[in-house]
């Protein structure tokens, strides 16, 4: 079964400065997506990036980019150049290419941003 | 496009009522999932639905709890008695589902139970 990973319960950073989330995921799959998913204290999930598994190149959005390693099973979430609009909880996500329309979620990250 | 649109946005009831929440998926979106999210176990998938037919439904978590789809623009969840331990917040979300798996799903703003 496909797991997802995020180590860090929390964290914090000075704002205009940079962040990286973490991770991890298992899976036997060669094929898949992966998202960092942001849900403010609206509550409202917002897609901030995704990954496609057999692109090498890291996906870039702005001030967010990721760091895909996948022989390490690793993904992580950079923030450059923090604003207190980033402050969130953040959730990493997967799912497989084909013939599955799930998307796994990892247990999400608190990013506290101090002023 | 209006986006994901959920209903009610906040409810508080008592135990052993019975709940409905509403989903209206954007237009075009040919899946349709529900999501609960709590303290305690995060983010799970309950059911989802293509083209308006349930897919997999072994998300949710026992016979008081249904879904359905009429029609492509409006789906509900009921639980039926609704528990304490019900209390969650309800996320629907839709997406095209493309072949290529791009399974970017967008959400709705989530309705927010509580069971007294």
Redesign the interface.
């Known amino acids: 079964a496909q797991t997802v990973t995020q180590s860090q319960p929390e964290m914090s950073v000075q704002e205009a400065e940079t962040v990286t989330l973490s991770c991890t995921y298992d899976t036997s799959e060669s094929?898949?997506?992966l998202?960092w998913?942001k849900q403010p204290p609206?509550?409202?999930?917002?897609?901030v990036i995704?990954q496609?598994a057999y692109k090498q190149q890291n996906a870039t959005e702005n001030r967010f980019s990721v760091n895909f390693q996948k022989a390490a099973k690793s993904f992580s979430l950079k923030i450059s150049d923090s604003q207190l609009g980033d402050a969130a909880m953040y959730?990493c996500a997967y799912?497989?290419?084909?013939g599955?329309?799930?998307?796994?979620?990892?247990?999400?990250t608190r990013l506290t941003i101090i002023p | 496009d209006a986006g994901v649109i959920q209903s009610p946005r906040h409810e508080v009831t008592e135990m052993g009522q019975e709940v409905t929440l509403r989903c209206k998926p954007i237009s075009g979106h040919d899946?349709l999932?529900w999501y609960r999210q709590t303290m305690m176990r995060?983010?799970e998938?309950l059911i989802?639905f293509?083209n308006n037919v349930p897919?997999?439904d072994s998300g949710m978590p026992e016979d008081r709890f249904s879904a359905k789809m009429p029609n492509a623009s409006f789906s509900t969840l009921k639980i039926q008695p609704s528990e304490p331990r019900d209390s969650a917040?309800y996320?629907c979300?839709s997406?095209t589902?493309v072949?290529?798996?791009?399974?970017?799903?967008?959400?709705?703003?989530?309705s927010?139970l509580t069971v007294l």
């Open positions: 094929d898949y997506y998202f998913y609206s509550r409202q999930m917002i897609l995704r496609e959730f799912t497989v290419t084909f599955n329309e799930k998307l796994t979620f990892g247990t999400g | 899946y999932f995060g983010l998938l989802y293509n897919i997999d917040v996320f979300a997406s589902g072949p290529s798996g791009a399974n970017v799903l967008t959400f709705g703003a989530g927010r």
